[in-house]
């Protein structure tokens, strides 16, 4: 059996149903309530662990930049998470440059490289990649699903899955219905989906999309809301809010993801200063009161 092979197969036994008689419990889809650290960004490392896991958290995205400007091994971060009682699921961010030329998009793969090996070094199952873009051509997508594979190879030696997030603003990737039809002809299991809730509604998706997915295509969610007040076309990440405190109607976002079988975070990641700065106890607790009742 090959490598492609074996990420089908793997990904084929994770969505297979079992008998009803059969089903062990853990085995109904699950939806991991997330802290991204972007959202408490400016907090002190430990400050925001304590309290993420005071406000009810077992899960935490975490956000490379941070981390490397703390100049912490991963070893140190890890031996803090494990004290803490966090379990770190997914990190952000690289851009794959899937579309530059050649030379551009080779001279940034060290640096995905560099973030596989800290994701190894946490253990992490995922990763999120983005791509932007220069001036669009029509074969660039098939270039993208190309590069995509190349990725995707690339981190499954790594034990680690890309997700691939798409930008309301891309002239490239700026929808789900796109995302998707680029993971599909890269034709590697070890590609999906991140799906932000953000990027969803601000951009061109529309919740009729979601009928199109299927089990295995979303690698991960970022999870999050805006207010009524701005007008969509206006939005920036800085008016992120924490998910039903705005206008997004994120219920078929969650039926979507248990119809497929979604097992995984929802990760909030929120960008204002009233978040970086605030305490972060109280904003962890915001946040866990917010994404509850959207767990069952």
């Given at each position: 059996?090959?490598?492609?092979e074996?990420?089908?197969a793997?990904?084929?036994?994770?969505?297979?149903?079992?008998?009803a008689?059969?089903?062990?419990?853990?085995a109904?889809p699950?939806?991991?309530?997330?802290?991204?650290?972007?959202?408490t960004?400016?907090?002190?490392?430990?400050?925001?662990?304590e309290?993420?896991?005071?406000?009810?958290?077992?899960?935490?995205?975490l956000?490379?930049?941070?981390?490397k400007?703390?100049?912490?091994t991963?070893?140190?971060?890890?031996?803090?998470?494990?004290?803490a009682?966090l379990?770190?699921?997914?990190?952000?961010?690289?851009?794959?440059?899937?579309?530059?030329?050649?030379?551009?998009?080779d001279?940034?793969l060290?640096?995905?490289?560099?973030?596989?090996?800290?994701?190894?070094?946490?253990?992490?199952?995922r990763?999120?990649?983005?791509?932007?873009?220069?001036?669009?051509?029509p074969d660039?997508?098939?270039?993208a699903?190309?590069?995509?594979?190349?990725?995707?190879?690339?981190?499954?030696?790594?034990?680690?899955?890309?997700?691939l997030e798409f930008i309301?603003?891309?002239k490239?990737?700026?929808?789900?219905?796109t995302?998707l039809?680029?993971?599909?002809?890269?034709g590697?299991?070890n590609a999906?989906?991140?799906l932000?809730?953000?990027?969803?509604?601000?951009?061109?998706?529309?919740?009729?999309?979601?009928?199109?997915l299927?089990p295995?295509?979303?690698a991960?969610?970022?999870f999050?809301?805006?207010?009524?007040?701005?007008?969509?076309?206006?939005l920036?990440?800085?008016?992120?809010?924490?998910?039903?405190?705005?206008?997004?109607?994120?219920?078929?976002?969650?039926?979507?993801?248990?119809?497929?079988?979604?097992?995984?975070?929802?990760?909030?990641?929120l960008?204002?200063?009233?978040?970086?700065?605030?305490?972060?106890?109280?904003?962890a607790?915001?946040?866990?009161?917010?994404?509850?009742?959207?767990l069952?």
């Amino acid at each position: 059996m090959d490598r492609r092979e074996w990420f089908l197969a793997t990904l084929l036994s994770a969505t297979t149903k079992l008998p009803a008689s059969a089903q062990p419990e853990e085995a109904e889809p699950v939806l991991l309530p997330c802290m991204n650290q972007q959202t408490t960004l400016d907090a002190p490392l430990q400050a925001e662990f304590e309290a993420y896991v005071a406000a009810g958290f077992r899960h935490v995205e975490l956000w490379f930049p941070k981390l490397k400007k703390l100049d912490l091994t991963p070893a140190v971060v890890a031996g803090r998470l494990r004290d803490a009682g966090l379990t770190p699921v997914c990190a952000c961010s690289c851009d794959v440059r899937l579309t530059r030329p050649q030379e551009e998009f080779d001279q940034h793969l060290p640096e995905l490289k560099a973030n596989l090996e800290w994701a190894q070094a946490f253990g992490l199952p995922r990763f999120v990649i983005t791509s932007s873009s220069g001036a669009i051509h029509p074969d660039d997508y098939k270039l993208a699903a190309e590069r995509l594979a190349r990725v995707a190879e690339l981190a499954s030696l790594y034990k680690v899955r890309v997700a691939l997030e798409f930008i309301a603003s891309s002239k490239l990737f700026g929808c789900l219905p796109t995302t998707l039809s680029v993971i599909r002809a890269s034709g590697h299991a070890n590609a999906g989906v991140c799906l932000d809730t953000f990027h969803f509604f601000v951009g061109s998706s529309k919740t009729e999309d979601l009928g199109e997915l299927m089990p295995g295509e979303i690698a991960h969610v970022h999870f999050h809301d805006a207010p009524r007040r701005v007008p969509r076309e206006r939005l920036t990440d800085a008016d992120r809010l924490p998910p039903g405190e705005g206008s997004f109607p994120l219920n078929p976002i969650t039926a979507a993801l248990r119809r497929i079988g979604y097992r995984g975070a929802l990760s909030i990641e929120l960008f204002g200063a009233e978040f970086h700065q605030g305490d972060p106890g109280t904003v962890a607790e915001r946040c866990y009161r917010a994404v509850r009742k959207y767990l069952s």
